[in-house]
């Protein structure tokens, strides 16, 4: 059964403002909307049965590892009971008694397993804006879940306590796939989003817990880094409704030294998301003096036109200092503005910027007539105008999922 | 749950719990600290003890031999005359001393039960109380597993895993990783003794003392990419592990050659040896030099040749990190 869930205040990994700004200090109507989701979360936790009974922070007590092991569906098998992992284009080789990178994997005596199969370490009703994602189903509410682990290392991690551990090191609730399709409807969330650690991850659980979800007339959203490989990345985001990808930057230097990572394997995934009609969102955090530059932001804008076309939404994002970037200061919002007005000259459609509560970016405007469509305070909509996936003023169609 | 064989479990207790009753004071003797050379100050010395009749004719080690043969690697590393001189030069009185094993490869090849409670005994005969000394991984699942006894508490040896006691909130980084340490390196132990196994590793190419202190931080895994190389090194280099480590007493009694880290009986081999030095970039190197000799009389290709060479022993070595020598010139070998 469900033990009590760690309520999160984050969302994905390198997303500040689900962390450090709260609902409250946004206006009231927001606060309220909010402070209503939160609400529901923590009745969940009340809601919740005991189950390993692990305390927090009183040192680590033994899970029952078992029923969290589930064989790997992605990994090829090698000789001298190696593995070489097919998960995510770092393709680990992993000796027997090993693990991957991501620390949530393991090979034992030659099979690979996830060791994060239903294995819960936070669980919170967001709105589903916290993720963000901006054209779908605004003002609704995601059922978002973690396990621990990340198959990549980011230097400005919000979420690190959660993602740069293995999970025998942080408390977790077993939650198997149907058990949170029923938590879902029984606190009227519409989406199960897979976030704050990373999906990529623990795809073997995410795939079968859509499953469940779509059982149950619940749809599926995974916020990723988008580093997988193509057969993996099919899969498991096949049964996603809509997937948010943060695109760390547009170099292979930063993706190799602040992420510990590629980039171009995340550009694939975004191109194929995009091939199978996958709503795609992106979200690129500025980090001052790493990836702000007008080239970055322009070749960006131009990558996304081209390849993406111009409708897919592009969210920049207000760093704050975390993790092992302490020494950088807030992306100053002139900054942002200054990447939007690149991006929105580039011909991009719906540019936002995010973790600047207030900001009138964060609204959805007709890209035809300039009126606004959604408005959003915070991590809520306050104002949805779109109508049969249109421009209530001019019909223009503005792409998106509007409605459940 | 599988713990100690009975005979060696219960010489474990007895040294343990008679710990207080030879509880003696160290007296003057200089003490070597961490940040200064080995003993000859030119070259790094390296020990390399043998007892080809280690295990007398059965299968598993014979304690009274293995204390003998420790007495005497400690003897030559220390050039003394006495077992106990030797461990007077290396620990005081007072001090919290932890032992960091390594079980990842379970009973097969673990840390040796005789060596550590060897260690132990002459631990406690140098001034050391008992309760003083913790013997560690990463896992008491692990450990027990390797056939130690969990035990918590009391004037008796300690014996567990991180998992009981958590790790350190705080990261700590040198180079591009971060990692949080165990609790039992920065609350437990003013001494560290490193007991690694002399093993091949897949990734890294061998696994000894430099390696083995990846039991020592929550993320390993982060660790693993390019051969562990840079990351062996620069974890090294944290002051909490420098300033403390004193020793590496490497377990060769069984050894494997190829298929590491798990246990694999096909590519192991009785070394019956312990190779010990205060240099662990040397003994890695020593140890490195021993796997490919095996590798060669097995009919196996280099290390080299399979891609994975242990690059990480060099960048150990070099101006950035300066752990130690991997210059066999600068290796003073004693075999003994």
């Keep these: 059964m469900f033990r009590e869930l760690q309520v999160m205040e984050g969302e994905s990994a390198d997303i500040r403002g689900e962390r450090g700004l709260p609902c409250c200090s946004l206006d009231r109507r927001s606060f309220l909307k909010c402070a209503v989701a939160t609400g529901a979360a923590l009745g969940l936790a009340e809601l919740a049965h005991p189950a390993a009974g692990i305390p927090a922070g009183a040192g680590q007590q033994k899970q029952d590892d078992s029923r969290f092991t589930v064989e790997a569906k992605f990994y090829q098998k090698l000789e001298n009971r190696k593995i070489k992992c097919k998960l995510c284009p770092r393709e680990c080789k992993v000796g027997d008694k090993e693990r991957g990178y991501c620390g949530v994997r393991e090979n034992r005596g030659g099979t690979y397993y996830t060791l994060v199969h239903s294995r819960v370490c936070a669980a919170h009703v967001?709105?589903?804006?916290?993720?963000?994602?901006?054209?779908?189903?605004?003002?609704?509410?995601?059922?978002?879940?973690?396990?621990?682990?990340?198959?990549?290392?980011?230097?400005?991690?919000?979420?690190?306590?959660?993602?740069q551990v293995r999970p025998e090191q942080i408390p977790a609730d077993y939650a198997p796939p149907q058990r949170v399709a029923e938590l879902a409807k029984q606190y009227s969330c519409p989406t199960i989003?897979?976030?704050?650690?990373?999906?990529?991850?623990?795809?073997?659980?995410?795939?079968?817990?859509?499953?469940?979800?779509?059982?149950?007339?619940?749809?599926?959203?995974?916020?990723?880094?988008?580093?997988?490989?193509?057969?993996?990345?099919?899969?498991?985001?096949?049964?996603?409704?809509?997937?948010?990808?943060?695109?760390?930057?547009?170099?292979?230097?930063?993706?190799?030294?602040?992420?510990?990572?590629?980039?171009?394997?995340?550009?694939?995934?975004?191109?194929?998301?995009?091939?199978?009609?996958?709503?795609?969102?992106i979200v690129y955090l500025v980090v001052s003096t790493l990836n702000d530059s007008e080239s970055e932001f322009r070749g960006l804008a131009q990558w996304v036109k081209t390849n993406l076309g111009a409708d897919v939404p592009l969210h920049?994002?207000?760093?704050?200092?975390?993790?092992?970037?302490?020494?950088?200061?807030?992306?100053?919002?002139?900054?942002?503005?200054?990447?939007?007005?690149?991006?929105?000259?580039?011909?991009?459609?719906?540019?936002?910027?995010?973790?600047?509560?207030?900001?009138?970016?964060?609204?959805?405007?007709?890209?035809?007539?300039?009126?606004?469509?959604?408005?959003?305070?915070?991590?809520?909509?306050?104002?949805?105008?779109?109508?049969?996936?249109?421009?209530?003023?001019?019909?223009h169609p503005i792409p998106g999922i509007w409605h459940t | 749950m599988n713990t100690m064989h009975s005979g060696s479990r219960r010489e474990f207790l007895r040294t343990a719990l008679t710990g207080a009753a030879i509880l003696r004071t160290g007296g003057g003797t200089r003490l070597l600290s961490a940040a200064e050379p080995s003993a000859a100050p030119a070259k790094s010395r390296v020990v390399v003890a043998r007892d080809a009749q280690l295990r007398g004719t059965g299968s598993t080690v014979d304690s009274r031999r293995m204390l003998s043969l420790l007495d005497g690697a400690m003897q030559a590393l220390f050039d003394r005359d006495h077992p106990i001189e030797a461990w007077r030069k290396l620990v005081r009185p007072g001090e919290l001393v932890g032992l960091k094993v390594n079980t990842l490869g379970g009973r097969g090849i673990s840390s040796n039960l005789e060596l550590v409670e060897a260690i132990c005994e002459r631990l406690q005969e140098a001034g050391i109380n008992a309760g003083n000394i913790v013997v560690w991984d990463r896992d008491s699942d692990e450990m027990e597993h390797a056939g130690f006894h969990v035990t918590m508490g009391g004037n008796r040896v300690q014996c567990f895993g991180t998992d009981r006691v958590d790790y350190e909130q705080e990261l700590v980084m040198h180079g591009s990783v971060g990692s949080r340490l165990s609790k039992i390196l920065t609350q437990r132990s003013d001494v560290l003794i490193n007991v690694p196994v002399l093993k091949d590793h897949d990734g890294a190419g061998v696994t000894l003392a430099l390696k083995n202190m990846y039991g020592v931080i929550h993320n390993p895994n982060k660790y693993h990419p390019d051969g562990c190389n840079p990351y062996i090194a620069d974890l090294n280099m944290l002051a909490e592990i420098r300033t403390r480590m004193r020793l590496t007493i490497c377990d060769a009694t069984t050894a494997m050659y190829e298929g590491g880290p798990a246990f694999k009986p096909e590519h192991s081999w009785k070394e019956n040896a312990l190779i010990v030095s205060q240099d662990p970039v040397a003994l890695d190197y020593t140890g490195w030099q021993m796997i490919e000799r095996k590798r060669a009389a097995m009919g196996l290709k280099t290390l080299e040749a399979e891609e994975r060479a242990p690059h990480y022993i060099a960048t150990a070595a070099d101006a950035e990190h300066r752990l130690g020598t991997n210059d066999p010139k600068r290796i003073s070998t004693v075999e003994i």
């Excluded at chain 1, 609704?140 to 400005?156: D, E, I, M, P, R």
């Excluded at chain 1, 779509?214 to 899969?235: F, P």
């Excluded at chain 1, 030294?257 to 995009?274: A, E, F, H, N, Y």
């Excluded at chain 1, 200054?338 to 009138?360: F, S, T």
């Design chain 1, 126 to 163: 967001d709105p589903v804006e916290k993720k963000p994602l901006f054209h779908y189903l605004p003002g609704s509410l995601a059922f978002s879940l973690a396990t621990a682990g990340c198959n990549v290392n980011c230097k400005f991690c919000q979420n690190w306590d959660i993602s």
């Design chain 1, 193 to 281: 989003a897979y976030t704050y650690s990373e999906p990529v991850i623990f795809a073997e659980f995410l795939m079968d817990v859509a499953d469940a979800g779509h059982e149950a007339g619940i749809r599926s959203v995974a916020v990723s880094n988008g580093y997988m490989q193509d057969e993996a990345l099919k899969a498991a985001y096949g049964k996603m409704d809509a997937v948010k990808i943060d695109l760390k930057a547009f170099t292979e230097s930063y993706y190799r030294d602040v992420v510990t990572g590629q980039l171009k394997p995340v550009l694939d995934s975004i191109v194929t998301l995009r091939k199978m009609g996958k709503w795609t969102e």
């Design chain 1, 316 to 395: 920049f994002t207000q760093f704050h200092p975390e993790y092992l970037l302490k020494n950088l200061p807030i992306t100053p919002v002139p900054t942002l503005e200054r990447a939007k007005a690149i991006a929105d000259a580039e011909g991009l459609h719906y540019v936002y910027i995010g973790n600047v509560p207030g900001h009138p970016a964060q609204n959805t405007y007709c890209p035809q007539c300039r009126r606004l469509l959604v408005e959003r305070v915070g991590f809520t909509a306050s104002q949805m105008l779109i109508q049969k996936g249109s421009c209530p003023y001019c019909r």
